[in-house]
Every structure is written in structure tokens, then in C-alpha cells.
């Protein structure tokens, strides 16, 4: 599988760029104070004109071309309404944790106390204005306004607990799929699930999951088209090299495998991979995590098409490489099985060993037709009478 630019992996780079992340995250929203009043008008009224704007792309709202000639009361009077319409239509699609944090707000007057203020996944939440934050006592408090309170309790029933039922189940086989698939357009992955499924699925229903679970889920990725796994480096590269395994289909996989998959941080314990895992802590003496954490990343590199220069590289960047050809050699040897016994996103799921087995169609030559006169084309010099066409019908 071609790739569009080179493969480089640091992981201090990474955790250098993640910290730096948290702390802007942090320092922006510790400059809001939690109101008085815990309603919708002072949760919007907290927030900037450039932080409102964000509420409108997300809810798709008509948006002024120069921010700078809004009043920031115009903008309010526009938005605040619509989030309240809009929350209402879009609690249907919430996940099982969703519903727990809604709930737990609506018994404690709108607080959040309870909640990690380090989950970037509640400013997802923020976006859309079902949630808000600000400071109190030093501390930093999420709440649900009173208007979004009212929205919830109006659905909140025992109908809507098996809808939220359903949505998780919903999302949790589609990030299945997608770690064994790389990437699945949504036709398919909508056609494929309500094979699993005992409910029926309205296709609108099952996109606003989706597009729900694409931002609460951390380790899957919302396209135009797609849903991919969080770990897809180029998205185009790996759906070609897919197009080009001809009619190899996904691979049909049972419920329960699926559904374990979509856990974020599952790991598919084979044995191939608890020997890789467990070499690297006999011979590097990493732990349990650094040893997982080590074979997921060669399987991120595997999976985006990269081959054994790459895996190299990332073995030298963090001190993993062997002392001695003997042990290098046992080490490409544990990759080398690994790879082999690992479903590959590139062959949809299957291992290399099950592509292989897999029926090819039959090749159906195509032509024109031929005349009884002709000479045959088998090359006898005969005429197509005399020769074949006579042998086909006796």
C-alpha cells in the first residue's frame, strides 16, 4: 500500500505535542466563571464571540462572513434558541455514557461534579451547548443549563433507555469493524450492522449515531464518506490497495469478536502477538503496558502499508533494537509471524493465510460471435463447423 509521505514516529515528539495541548485546552477554559445562574443565556453569555461562532458551525447555522461586525447580544439572541432546539433533537442519538452524565446532572441541579475535567470529549459537548464549564473556588465546574435539563427530562423514559441501549450497541460494532477494516464507507457499514442487530434502523437514525460516536469515541474517525479506525494514516492509499484485492470481500466476522473490538485500547491477543509482547519484556525488560504499547505501534505501522525499514526505525527511536544478530533475527522472525496472522486492513479484515484460501471467480472470456464458415480458432485450419462447433454439440 503506497503512502503520501514518509513514516516517522517520536514518541517524546508526541507526548512533548500532547502536554502542550492539555495546558492551552486547560488555560481556555479556566477563563470562564461559573454563573450565578446556571441557564443556557449565561452559559452562552460566558463564552466568547469566536467560541459562539463554533456552536454555530456545529449546529449548522447561518454564520456571519466578519465576526467582528456581530454584537455579541445578536449572536446570543440567534443561538440560544437553536441549541435548545437542536439538543432536543439530537439526545436520540446519545450513548450509554452520554446518558449517564445527563442523568447524573439533571439529580444534582445541572453539576457535574463527578466528571474528568481532562476529557476532552466533554468539549464536544460544550460545542453543541449541551454542556458548559466555568470556575468556582479554584476549581473548575461543568454543569448542564436548565434549558438542555428540561429538553432531557421531556425524553428521558424507559423508551428512550432502550434507544440509548441500541445506540451504543450501534457504535460499539461499528468501531469493531473499523479495527479490523481500517476504513468502511457508510452504506456498507450501515448494511453490515443491521445484520447484527434484533432492531430496525433507520438509515438517517443510524448516521446521527455514527456522527454522535465519531466524536465521543476516541479511536474512530468520522469521514465524509467513511468511518475509519483513529490509527489510518491515509485513508485513500488504503482504499485503493483494497480495491485492488478484486472480489475479496470484508471478512464476516462473529458478534462477539466485533463488539470486543470496539473497545478503545482492545488488543487481539493471538499467540503471535504475546510472543512479540513477550520478547520485547524478556529481552528489553519493558512491562505489561510498555510491551503493548510497543507491539501497537508496529501494528500501526504494519496496518498503513509501511514494511520492516519503517519498523526499524521505530525499533532505533526508542532503544529497542537487539545487541546481537541472533537475537535481531529472532525478533524479524516474531514480526514476520505477527504480520502474517494478524487480520490486515488492506485485505479487509482477512489474514494473509485467509485471502489466500479465498474462491476467486471464474474467468468468463467474451467475444464476439463466430461464424459457422470461419475458420476455427483453435488454429486446425478447419472450418469453425467441421472443427470445434462440431465437438461442442456432439
Known amino acids: 500500500m503506497e503512502t503520501e509521505r514518509e513514516f516517522t514516529f517520536s514518541e517524546a515528539e508526541y507526548n512533548e505535542l500532547m502536554e502542550a495541548q492539555k495546558a492551552e485546552r486547560m488555560k481556555s477554559l479556566r477563563r470562564h466563571k461559573l454563573p450565578e445562574k446556571l441557564t443556557l443565556r449565561e452559559a452562552l453569555n460566558g463564552m466568547t464571540k469566536q467560541e459562539l461562532e463554533d456552536i454555530q ?38 450513548l450509554q455514557e452520554q446518558k449517564e452524565l445527563f442523568d447524573y446532572a439533571c439529580q444534582h441541579k445541572g453539576l457535574l461534579e463527578n466528571v474528568h475535567c481532562e476529557d476532552y470529549r466533554l468539549d464536544y459537548l460544550r460545542g453543541i451547548g449541551v454542556l458548559s464549564c466555568g470556575m468556582q473556588d479554584g476549581n473548575l465546574v461543568w454543569f448542564m443549563p436548565e434549558e438542555i435539563q428540561a429538553e432531557y427530562q421531556k425524553i428521558n423514559n424507559g423508551a428512550f433507555a432502550d434507544a440509548v441501549n441500541l445506540n451504543s450497541e450501534v457504535m460499539r460494532l461499528a468501531a469493531g469493524m473499523v479495527f479490523y477494516y481500517g476504513i468502511i464507507n457508510y452504506d456498507e457499514l450501515y448494511k453490515k450492522i443491521c445484520d447484527y442487530i434484533d432492531a430496525d434502523l433507520e438509515f438517517a437514525d443510524f448516521m446521527g449515531i455514527i456522527f454522535n460516536g465519531g466524536c465521543w469515541y476516541p479511536h474512530v474517525v468520522t469521514g465524509q464518506h467513511d468511518l475509519m479506525h483513529e490509527s489510518l494514516m491515509n485513508p485513500e492509499a488504503l482504499q485503493q490497495a483494497q480495491r485492488q484485492q478484486g472480489s475479496l470481500g470484508y471478512a464476516d466476522l462473529p458478534y462477539d469478536k466485533l463488539y470486543d473490538a470496539g473497545q478503545d485500547g482492545y488488543i487481539e491477543s493471538t499467540e503471535a502477538y504475546r510472543a512479540l509482547a513477550q520478547y520485547f519484556m524478556q529481552k528489553k525488560e519493558l512491562d505489561v503496558l510498555q510491551a503493548a504499547e510497543a507491539v501497537r505501534s508496529i501494528t500501526i505501522i504494519i496496518q498503513n502499508g509501511y514494511g520492516m ?27 514476520g509471524e505477527y504480520n502474517n496472522t494478524m487480520p490486515l486492513w488492506m485485505l479487509k479484515g482477512h489474514t494473509l493465510a485467509d485471502a489466500a484460501s479465498q474462491p476467486r471467480p471464474a474467468v468468463v472470456r467474451e467475444g464476439r460471435k463466430i461464424g459457422r464458415n470461419e475458420p476455427c480458432p483453435c488454429g486446425s485450419g478447419k472450418k469453425y463447423k467441421n472443427c470445434c462447433l462440431d465437438k461442442e454439440w456432439n
Open 57 to 94: 458551525y456545529n449546529l449548522n447555522l447561518p454564520m456571519a462572513k466578519n465576526i467582528d461586525r456581530v454584537k455579541k447580544a445578536e449572536m446570543l439572541d440567534m443561538v440560544e434558541p437553536e441549541v435548545v432546539k437542536f439538543a432536543g433533537r439530537w439526545f436520540v442519538s446519545a
Open 309 to 335: 525499514k519503517e519498523i526499524v526505525g521505530f525499533l532505533a527511536d526508542n532503544q529497542l533494537k537487539m545487541d546481537n544478530g541472533q537475537d535481531t533475527d529472532e525478533l524479524y522472525h516474531l514480526i
